[in-house]
C-alpha cells in the first residue's frame, strides 16, 4: 500500500497505464499521481521502465491501455510539442545546451517567446525576461559565466544550465531524467538542493540511480519493477522493504541475515 497521500486533484495521474513492444510489457498496470508543488524520486533497476513511463507522460510513446491525466486533461493522443506548451518540460540524461552559444543566451532563448535567433541578435526580449535571465543565473550559480560559451562548462554546469534552461519555460510538471550521472560530490548535493529549491514552485519528478542523492532529496520515493511499481514511501521506508531488497539485492533481508 502507497505511503504517499493523494489529494482532491493530482496534478499527474497515470491510471493502469501498460506499454507493449512487440509483446514485451515495458510497463503493465502503472498507476502513479502527482500533487502540485511536490517533489518526488523514482529509482528502479535497469529495465524497469523508468525511461519509459517519462515517454509516456511526455506523448512520445503512446501507452497500449490505460490513461494519462495532467491538471485532469488527458494527455494521450495529443503531440510531443503540444504536452509541451501545457506546462511539461523534461530533462534528458544528457545535457542539451548550445554549446557555442554563451549561457547568458542560452537562457535567453529559454525565456523567450519566439525562440528565434533573430531574439539573440537584437535582444527583443523584455526587460522582465531580463530580469528572469538574472535571476535563472543565480538559482544555478552560473552569474560568473554569464558570458561563457556553453561548451567549456564543466558536466555538471551544463546539467545545471540545462534545468536553468527548463525552468525558464516555467513548466507546472518538470521531469528530470539522472541529473548527476557523471558528477562530482560537490556538483551531486549542489544538484539535489536545486532540485528542493525548484518544489513548491514547480512540481519536480527525478529519476536517479544515486542512492545517496535520492536521500538528500528528502522526497516520497517510487520503486518502479518490471514495469510497475513495487512500492512507494521515504527512503528508509523502501530500503527497508524485503521486496526492494530482493530486487536489488536477490535475496530478502531474512536470507541475508
Not at 529495465?47 to 519509459?52: E, L, Q
Not at 542560452?106 to 533573430?118: D, E, F, G, I, M
Not at 558528477?183 to 544538484?191: A, M, V
Request: net charge negative; aromatic share 4%; with cysteine.
Amino acid at each position: 500500500m502507497s505511503n504517499i497521500v493523494s489529494g482532491s486533484r493530482a496534478l499527474l495521474e497515470l491510471k493502469d497505464i501498460t506499454v507493449s513492444f512487440d509483446g514485451f510489457l515495458a510497463l503493465r498496470d502503472l498507476n502513479l499521481s502527482l500533487q502540485s508543488g511536490e517533489l518526488r524520486a523514482v529509482i528502479g533497476p535497469n529495465g524497469a521502465g523508468k525511461t519509459t513511463f517519462l515517454d509516456v507522460i511526455t506523448g512520445k510513446v503512446a501507452p497500449s491501455s490505460g490513461g494519462v491525466l495532467f491538471k485532469g486533461r488527458s494527455l494521450v493522443g495529443i503531440p510531443e510539442h503540444r504536452i509541451a506548451r501545457l506546462g511539461i518540460g523534461r530533462k534528458f540524461q544528457s545535457p542539451r545546451v548550445f554549446e557555442d552559444l554563451t549561457v547568458q543566451d542560452n537562457l535567453v532563448l529559454a525565456v523567450s517567446r519566439s525562440k528565434q535567433p533573430w531574439t539573440l541578435l537584437f535582444g527583443r526580449i523584455s526587460a522582465e525576461q531580463r530580469e528572469q535571465v538574472h535571476h535563472l543565473m543565480n538559482i544555478v550559480n552560473l552569474q560568473s559565466r554569464s558570458d561563457w560559451r556553453a561548451g567549456s562548462l564543466s558536466h555538471g554546469q551544463k546539467q545545471w544550465l540545462e534545468i536553468a534552461m527548463l525552468v525558464g519555460q516555467d513548466p507546472d510538471l518538470l521531469l528530470v531524467d539522472e541529473p548527476v550521472a557523471g558528477l562530482t560530490d560537490e556538483e551531486t548535493d549542489l544538484t539535489a538542493d536545486l532540485l528542493k529549491s525548484l518544489a513548491g514552485e514547480h512540481t519536480v519528478l527525478v529519476i536517479e540511480h544515486d542512492m545517496e542523492f535520492i536521500r538528500r532529496l528528502e522526497s516520497p520515493v517510487t520503486v518502479l519493477h518490471q514495469g510497475h511499481v513495487l512500492c512507494e514511501g521515504s527512503m528508509d521506508q523502501v530500503q527497508q522493504d524485503p521486496r526492494v531488497i530482493e530486487v536489488y539485492l536477490g535475496t530478502t533481508e531474512d536470507e541475508a541475515q
